[in-house]
T-cell receptor, first 113, second 113 residues
C-alpha cells in the first residue's frame, strides 16, 4: 500500500508488509528534512533525517528518499509492526539562517494484525 | 524517552488568568523552540531562541510571551488567552542553529475556559 502525497491522509498496511509514506515539500531552497512519528498523546519523535546533498539515507528498518527535482520525500518502513501505528510528519527546514522547521500535514499509518 | 521535559502536562486556565509553561533540556543544546499543535493538525512554529536570544517570532499574538532565562530553560508566559488558544504546546531543542536535529518534548495540553 502506498500513499500518494498528502491527498490520502490514512495508510493501512498489513503487519509484516512494507510501508511507503510520501510527502511533497514546498521550498526548493530547503536543505534539511526530518521525518517524525507522533503517537497519540505524545510529542513528535525523531525517526530519520536527510540533507539536500543526499538522495537516500537508511536507518534501522527505515529509509528516506529525497527527490529534489520534483520536491518529493518518502519514508519507507520495512516489515511494518503494530507499534509503527502513528501519525507521520515530514518537516523541511525553511530557515535561511537557523532552524525554521515547517511540518507537512501528516499521514496516519494503521497497521493491521 | 525524550530529554526535553515540559511542565505542566495539563493546564486549564480561565481567560483572565496568567500562567506559564516551562521547558527544560540538559543536552547542551543552544537552540530552543515553541510549537503549537491543534488536534489533527501538524505542529506550527511559534518562537525560536538561539543562544538565548529570540531569533524567530512567527507573528504570535502578544498574549503569548516567551522567555529564555538560560540555555537550558524556556518558558512561555500566557495571559488573557482565548478558548481558541487551547492546544498542545510543544517545546523542542537542537544543538545549534541550522541543520541540526530538533528534539521535542511530550508537550503541555492547554485548555482555556
Amino acid at each position: 500500500g502506498e500513499s500518494v502525497g498528502l491527498h490520502l491522509p490514512t495508510l493501512s498496511v498489513q503487519e509484516g508488509d512494507n510501508s511507503i509514506i510520501n510527502c511533497a515539500y514546498s521550498n526548493s531552497a530547503s536543505d534539511y528534512f526530518i521525518w517524525y512519528k507522533q503517537e497519540s498523546g505524545k510529542g513528535p519523535q525523531f525517526i530519520i533525517d536527510i540533507r539536500s546533498n543526499m538522495d537516500k539515507r537508511q536507518g534501522q528498518r527505515v529509509t528516506v528518499l529525497l527527490n529534489k527535482t520534483v520536491k518529493h520525500l518518502s519514508l519507507q518502513i520495512a516489515a511494518t509492526q503494530p507499534g509503527d501505528s502513528a501519525v507521520y510528519f515530514c518537516a523541511e527546514n525553511m530557515g535561511e539562517y537557523g532552524n525554521k522547521l515547517v511540518f507537512g500535514a501528516g499521514t496516519i499509518l494503521r497497521v493491521k494484525s | 524517552d525524550t530529554e526535553v521535559t515540559q511542565t505542566p502536562k495539563h493546564l486549564v486556565m480561565g481567560m483572565t488568568n496568567k500562567k506559564s509553561l516551562k521547558c527544560e533540556q540538559h543536552m547542551g543544546h543552544r537552540a530552543m523552540y515553541w510549537y503549537k499543535q491543534k488536534a489533527k493538525k501538524p505542529p506550527e512554529l511559534m518562537f525560536v531562541y538561539s543562544y538565548e536570544k529570540l531569533s524567530i517570532n512567527e507573528s504570535v499574538p502578544s498574549r503569548f510571551s516567551p522567555e529564555c532565562p538560560n540555555s537550558s530553560l524556556l518558558n512561555l508566559h500566557l495571559h488573557a488567552l482565548q478558548p481558541e488558544d487551547s492546544a498542545l504546546y510543544l517545546c523542542a531543542s537542537s544543538q545549534g542553529d541550522s541543520g541540526n536535529t530538533i528534539y521535542f518534548g511530550e508537550g503541555s495540553w492547554l485548555t482555556v475556559v
